[in-house]
Structures are given as structure tokens and as C-alpha cells.
């Protein structure tokens, strides 16, 4: 599974933007695709993640209510949805694939990672 994520760029506080995450290979029903950022200086963090069958989502508590997970099966491609930006949600963002189906926060429970996409919220 290769994993590409597209959608990053600058954007004004308050704003949106919604990132993609294409991927190749067979997806299956059991996995879980996550969301990750990495801040400058700072460790990867769990933003979001989403069972590939079901939809059920997870999130952040620091992303709650303005961020929105979702996925097209058919396209095999994930979504986040991100709104009311802030400063604070400048990173890197990557997307993930857990292929053992855990509704994974920790990012050693993934097996497959895209190469990431950055986010800059200017205040």
C-alpha cells in the first residue's frame, strides 16, 4: 500500500482546507486510516482516525468539532476536512495505514505512511 497525501498550503486563522490522501493497492475492509501531524520541534501527534468499512471516526481532542474525517472506498482515497484554523494547527500532516484494523492513536500500531503534506495557519 503507498500512501500520497495532497491538499496542504498557507491559510489565514479561521479559514479551511481539506487534505487528501490517495491510495494505491488494495485497501481491505478491516483497516484503520489515520491522520498524524508534526509540528516543528515537536513528535508526530494523533490528529484522526477512521475505519475504512464503517466510517467510524476518532479525533483529537484538540482537533474536535473543527476537523472531519471521511473516505471515498470507491476512489480509495481518505479525507480531512479541516476548519477553524488556527496557528496551532501548523504541522505536517500525514496519513496512515493501521492494515490489523486497531483503532490505533499511537503511530507504531501503523504499517504504511504517506510522505506528508504541510499546513501553515498565519495568525
Known amino acids: 500500500v503507498q500512501l500520497v497525501e495532497s491538499g496542504g498550503g498557507l491559510v489565514q486563522a479561521g479559514g479551511s482546507l481539506r487534505l487528501s490522501c490517495a491510495a494505491s493497492g488494495r485497501i481491505l475492509s478491516w483497516y484503520t486510516m489515520g491522520w498524524f501531524r508534526q509540528a516543528p520541534g515537536k513528535e508526530r501527534e494523533f490528529v484522526a482516525t477512521i475505519s475504512w468499512s464503517g466510517g467510524r471516526t476518532r479525533y483529537a481532542d484538540s482537533v474536535k468539532g473543527r476537523f472531519t474525517a471521511s473516505r471515498d472506498t470507491a476512489e480509495n482515497t481518505m479525507y480531512l476536512q479541516m476548519n477553524s484554523l488556527k496557528p496551532e494547527d501548523t504541522a505536517v500532516y500525514y496519513c496512515?495505514?493501521?492494515?490489523?484494523?486497531?483503532?490505533?492513536?499511537?503511530?507504531?500500531?501503523?504499517?504504511?505512511w504517506g510522505q506528508g503534506t504541510k499546513v501553515t495557519v498565519s495568525s
Open positions: 496512515a495505514a493501521d492494515a490489523f484494523g486497531r483503532t490505533a492513536i499511537v503511530e507504531k500500531d501503523y504499517d504504511y
